[in-house]
């Protein structure tokens, strides 16, 4: 079945510096992308997601980018606030049911 | 809030009785799904539902069953529970007609003892 592996683990930036979250998936006919951020002691929530068909996509200072031929995809996050700190979990949809596999995720931390 | 709802909040129970968690929903949304978060293992699928009485099993499903006889109401039950069942569940809601994005409930804590 599908496996999606995350890193970094954990993430400790400056405000203002970028910060990228990488994941890699296995099976080649997953073709939905979502990234989610959780708070500590909350839901978590969506951010951004890319289908399989686009190769990069924006929303203010997160972006997501996908190489299908690696089997990857990337978040990014420019200009980093504290507010930006909390676990993030990319996902990958393996079936037409939209059922997700998520990577273990990333404790983004950001510093003042 | 985000149209759907999970209860209880917080349920302490011991080894070996049945525990139901509830998921309910007012979006009318046909997919609705049940996930456990433990450290280190992120967001793990234990069941999900394609409709009313369409149910169909996750990565984690052992020890699990689940019952949707309507369309706002998602039940998980662990008939027996054990201590490795000791986690955080989320129930999640989807319309594939309008975007695979899931909005989450707000979790149940679950500690078994």
Known sequence: ??????????????????????????????????????????????IIDIRSNVGEKK????????NKTAKH????????????????FCAASIDSQGNLIFGKGTKLSVKP | DAGITQSPRHKVTETGTPVTLRCHQTENHRYMYWY?????????????????????????????SVSRSKTEDFLL????????????YFCAISDLSQS????????????VV
Do not use: M
């Open chain 1, 1 to 46: 079945g599908e496996n999606v592996e995350q890193h970094p683990s954990t993430l400790s930036v400056q405000e203002g510096d970028s910060a990228v979250i990488k994941c890699t998936y296995s099976d080649s006919a997953s073709n939905y992308f979502p990234w989610y951020k959780q708070e500590l002691g909350k839901r978590p929530q969506l």
């Open chain 2, 77 to 88: 039950t662990l008939e027996s529970a054990t201590s490795s069942q000791t986690s955080v």
């Open chain 1, 73 to 88: 995809f990337s978040l990014h996050i420019t200009e980093t606030q504290p507010e930006d700190s909390a676990v993030y």
């Open chain 2, 36 to 64: 456990r978060q433990d450290p280190g293992h992120g967001l793990r699928l234990i069941h999900y539902s394609y409709g009313v009485k369409d149910t169909d099993k996750g990565e984690v499903s052992d020890g699990y």
């Open chain 2, 100 to 111: 695979y994005g899931y909005t989450f409930g707000s979790g149940t804590r679950l500690t």
């Open chain 1, 59 to 66: 929303d203010q200072r997160i972006a997501v980018t996908l």
